[in-house]
Protein backbone atom coordinates (compact mmCIF):
# COMPACT_ATOMS: atom_id res chain seq x y z
CA UNK A 1 0.00 0.00 0.00
CA UNK A 2 0.69 3.32 -0.29
CA UNK A 3 2.85 4.81 2.55
CA UNK A 4 4.69 8.05 3.94
CA UNK A 5 8.25 8.09 4.93
CA UNK A 6 8.66 10.66 7.41
CA UNK A 7 11.41 12.21 8.76
CA UNK A 8 13.21 13.02 11.09
CA UNK A 9 11.44 10.28 13.75
CA UNK A 10 12.57 12.98 16.66
CA UNK A 11 14.35 16.60 17.56
CA UNK A 12 15.19 17.58 20.77
CA UNK A 13 15.85 21.89 20.13
CA UNK A 14 16.60 24.62 22.16
CA UNK A 15 13.79 26.74 22.26
CA UNK A 16 13.97 29.64 20.07
CA UNK A 17 15.57 27.52 17.55
CA UNK A 18 13.68 26.87 13.61
CA UNK A 19 12.59 23.45 13.08
CA UNK A 20 12.37 21.61 9.48
CA UNK A 21 10.59 18.39 9.17
CA UNK A 22 9.59 16.58 5.65
CA UNK A 23 7.06 13.99 3.89
CA UNK A 24 7.94 11.84 1.03
CA UNK A 25 5.76 9.88 -0.92
CA UNK A 26 6.07 6.88 -3.37
CA UNK A 27 3.26 8.30 -5.03
CA UNK A 28 1.55 11.64 -6.06
CA UNK A 29 -0.35 13.27 -3.72
CA UNK A 30 -3.30 15.95 -4.49
CA UNK A 31 -3.30 17.19 -1.35
CA UNK A 32 -0.78 17.68 1.43
CA UNK A 33 -2.08 18.21 5.50
CA UNK A 34 0.19 18.50 8.39
CA UNK A 35 -1.05 18.25 12.12
CA UNK A 36 -0.31 18.13 15.44
CA UNK A 37 -0.90 16.17 17.91
CA UNK A 38 -0.54 16.55 21.84
CA UNK A 39 -0.62 13.31 24.09
CA UNK A 40 -3.82 11.31 24.13
CA UNK A 41 -5.94 14.42 22.08
CA UNK A 42 -7.20 14.12 18.64
CA UNK A 43 -5.07 15.44 15.68
CA UNK A 44 -5.27 19.60 15.18
CA UNK A 45 -5.01 20.68 11.61
CA UNK A 46 -2.07 23.09 11.23
CA UNK A 47 -1.15 23.70 7.11
CA UNK A 48 -3.52 22.24 4.07
CA UNK A 49 -1.39 22.59 0.63
CA UNK A 50 -3.45 21.79 -2.64
CA UNK A 51 -1.09 22.77 -5.56
CA UNK A 52 2.26 21.69 -6.62
CA UNK A 53 4.21 24.17 -5.19
CA UNK A 54 2.72 25.96 -3.14
CA UNK A 55 3.96 27.28 0.25
CA UNK A 56 1.55 28.25 2.94
CA UNK A 57 2.06 29.95 6.29
CA UNK A 58 0.29 29.92 9.63
CA UNK A 59 1.86 32.36 12.55
CA UNK A 60 5.22 30.66 13.07
CA UNK A 61 4.46 27.39 10.89
CA UNK A 62 5.45 27.12 7.00
CA UNK A 63 4.86 24.17 4.41
CA UNK A 64 5.25 23.95 0.96
CA UNK A 65 4.16 21.06 -1.23
CA UNK A 66 6.40 19.61 -3.42
CA UNK A 67 7.17 20.60 -6.96
CA UNK A 68 6.95 16.56 -7.67
CA UNK A 69 4.01 16.16 -5.61
CA UNK A 70 5.80 13.51 -4.09
CA UNK A 71 7.05 15.25 -1.00
CA UNK A 72 6.11 18.30 1.60
CA UNK A 73 8.25 20.36 4.38
CA UNK A 74 7.03 21.99 7.91
CA UNK A 75 9.27 24.60 9.30
CA UNK A 76 8.64 25.99 12.48
CA UNK A 77 10.48 29.35 13.32
CA UNK A 78 11.34 30.32 16.83
CA UNK A 79 10.21 27.11 18.78
CA UNK A 80 8.59 27.75 21.94
CA UNK A 81 7.93 25.23 24.94
CA UNK A 82 4.23 24.93 23.78
CA UNK A 83 5.32 23.61 20.60
CA UNK A 84 6.08 19.96 22.01
CA UNK A 85 4.14 17.58 20.26
CA UNK A 86 4.04 15.04 17.31
CA UNK A 87 3.62 16.58 13.94
CA UNK A 88 2.47 14.06 11.86
CA UNK A 89 2.06 14.85 7.35
CA UNK A 90 -0.79 13.15 5.60
CA UNK A 91 -1.39 12.82 2.43
CA UNK A 92 -4.85 12.07 0.67
CA UNK A 93 -4.71 9.33 -2.47
CA UNK A 94 -8.59 8.67 -2.39
CA UNK A 95 -11.29 10.31 0.36
CA UNK A 96 -9.28 8.66 3.61
CA UNK A 97 -5.97 10.70 4.85
CA UNK A 98 -2.77 8.45 4.95
CA UNK A 99 -0.21 9.46 7.49
CA UNK A 100 3.38 9.08 8.04
CA UNK A 101 4.87 8.11 10.98
CA UNK A 102 5.29 11.50 13.38
CA UNK A 103 7.79 13.43 14.47
CA UNK A 104 8.14 14.11 18.13
CA UNK A 105 9.61 17.57 18.77
CA UNK A 106 10.91 18.41 22.40
CA UNK A 107 11.88 21.53 22.87
CA UNK A 108 13.87 23.16 26.28
CA UNK A 109 13.48 25.97 27.55
CA UNK B 1 -16.05 27.28 16.66
CA UNK B 2 -17.93 24.13 17.19
CA UNK B 3 -15.57 20.91 17.05
CA UNK B 4 -16.12 17.25 16.33
CA UNK B 5 -17.68 15.68 19.11
CA UNK B 6 -17.00 11.96 20.57
CA UNK B 7 -18.45 10.26 22.86
CA UNK B 8 -17.71 8.84 25.31
CA UNK B 9 -13.86 9.76 25.86
CA UNK B 10 -12.83 6.94 27.78
CA UNK B 11 -14.69 3.10 27.56
CA UNK B 12 -13.31 0.30 29.64
CA UNK B 13 -14.69 -3.01 27.94
CA UNK B 14 -13.97 -6.90 28.34
CA UNK B 15 -12.55 -9.12 26.24
CA UNK B 16 -15.80 -10.27 23.96
CA UNK B 17 -18.05 -7.62 24.58
CA UNK B 18 -19.42 -5.45 22.59
CA UNK B 19 -18.57 -1.35 22.47
CA UNK B 20 -20.61 1.66 20.30
CA UNK B 21 -19.07 4.40 19.97
CA UNK B 22 -20.12 7.36 18.90
CA UNK B 23 -19.38 10.68 16.55
CA UNK B 24 -21.07 14.53 15.99
CA UNK B 25 -19.72 15.76 12.94
CA UNK B 26 -18.60 20.32 12.69
CA UNK B 27 -22.53 21.45 11.54
CA UNK B 28 -22.60 21.27 8.39
CA UNK B 29 -20.16 18.62 7.61
CA UNK B 30 -21.27 15.64 5.87
CA UNK B 31 -18.44 13.20 5.81
CA UNK B 32 -17.49 11.82 8.55
CA UNK B 33 -14.17 9.26 9.06
CA UNK B 34 -13.12 6.90 11.18
CA UNK B 35 -9.41 6.22 12.42
CA UNK B 36 -7.36 4.30 15.15
CA UNK B 37 -4.36 5.08 16.77
CA UNK B 38 -2.27 2.34 19.05
CA UNK B 39 -0.26 3.70 21.40
CA UNK B 40 3.34 5.36 19.83
CA UNK B 41 1.62 4.61 15.94
CA UNK B 42 0.54 7.19 13.56
CA UNK B 43 -3.80 6.90 12.88
CA UNK B 44 -5.24 4.10 10.53
CA UNK B 45 -7.79 4.66 8.57
CA UNK B 46 -10.94 2.55 9.22
CA UNK B 47 -14.12 3.93 7.12
CA UNK B 48 -15.52 6.81 6.30
CA UNK B 49 -19.13 7.95 5.20
CA UNK B 50 -20.29 10.83 2.66
CA UNK B 51 -24.06 11.52 2.77
CA UNK B 52 -24.86 8.33 5.02
CA UNK B 53 -23.43 6.30 2.02
CA UNK B 54 -20.00 4.11 3.26
CA UNK B 55 -17.57 5.86 0.49
CA UNK B 56 -14.26 3.91 1.51
CA UNK B 57 -13.43 1.16 3.68
CA UNK B 58 -9.60 0.19 4.99
CA UNK B 59 -8.27 -1.96 7.39
CA UNK B 60 -11.58 -2.47 9.62
CA UNK B 61 -11.91 -5.59 11.03
CA UNK B 62 -15.18 -7.68 10.71
CA UNK B 63 -15.81 -7.70 13.81
CA UNK B 64 -16.50 -4.15 13.24
CA UNK B 65 -19.38 -1.99 11.80
CA UNK B 66 -20.47 1.84 11.57
CA UNK B 67 -23.37 3.65 10.00
CA UNK B 68 -24.11 7.61 9.26
CA UNK B 69 -27.43 9.16 10.20
CA UNK B 70 -29.85 11.12 8.97
CA UNK B 71 -28.81 13.90 10.82
CA UNK B 72 -24.90 13.05 9.91
CA UNK B 73 -23.60 11.40 13.55
CA UNK B 74 -21.90 8.58 12.88
CA UNK B 75 -22.03 5.18 15.15
CA UNK B 76 -18.83 2.73 15.35
CA UNK B 77 -20.08 -0.90 16.47
CA UNK B 78 -17.44 -3.14 17.59
CA UNK B 79 -18.37 -6.62 18.77
CA UNK B 80 -16.18 -9.44 20.65
CA UNK B 81 -13.41 -6.97 21.37
CA UNK B 82 -9.90 -8.79 21.66
CA UNK B 83 -7.22 -7.24 23.64
CA UNK B 84 -5.78 -5.81 20.76
CA UNK B 85 -8.57 -3.77 20.12
CA UNK B 86 -7.56 -1.26 23.03
CA UNK B 87 -6.65 1.63 21.01
CA UNK B 88 -8.01 5.60 20.70
CA UNK B 89 -10.65 6.17 18.38
CA UNK B 90 -10.80 9.04 16.43
CA UNK B 91 -13.57 10.55 14.58
CA UNK B 92 -13.00 13.55 11.98
CA UNK B 93 -15.62 15.28 9.22
CA UNK B 94 -15.06 17.14 6.39
CA UNK B 95 -17.09 18.73 3.73
CA UNK B 96 -17.60 16.43 0.77
CA UNK B 97 -14.68 14.22 -0.78
CA UNK B 98 -13.92 15.93 -3.11
CA UNK B 99 -12.04 19.79 -3.57
CA UNK B 100 -11.09 22.17 -1.16
CA UNK B 101 -12.83 20.14 1.43
CA UNK B 102 -10.28 17.51 1.64
CA UNK B 103 -9.32 19.30 5.02
CA UNK B 104 -10.31 16.56 7.62
CA UNK B 105 -11.09 18.08 11.65
CA UNK B 106 -10.34 15.29 14.36
CA UNK B 107 -12.68 14.80 17.22
CA UNK B 108 -10.90 14.41 20.98
CA UNK B 109 -10.97 10.49 20.36
CA UNK B 110 -12.23 7.53 22.35
CA UNK B 111 -9.58 5.42 24.71
CA UNK B 112 -11.18 2.10 24.57
CA UNK B 113 -9.50 -0.09 26.79
CA UNK B 114 -10.15 -3.97 26.78
CA UNK B 115 -9.18 -6.45 29.47
Known amino acids: GQQLNQSPQSMFIQEGEDVSMNCTSS?????WLWYKQDPGEGPVLLIA?????ELTSNGRLTAQFGITRKDSFLNISASIPSDVGIYFC?????????FGQGTTLQVKP | AAGVIQSPRHLIKEKRETATLKCYPI?????VYWYQQGPGQDPQFLIS???????DKGSIPDRFSAQQFSDYHSELNMSSLELGDSALYFC??????????????FGPGTRLTVT
Open chain 2, 92 to 105: ASSLGVKGPSYEQY
Open chain 1, 27 to 31: SIFNT
Open chain 2, 49 to 55: FYEKMQS
Open chain 2, 27 to 31: PRHDT
Open chain 1, 49 to 53: LYKAG
Open chain 1, 90 to 98: AGHPTGKLI
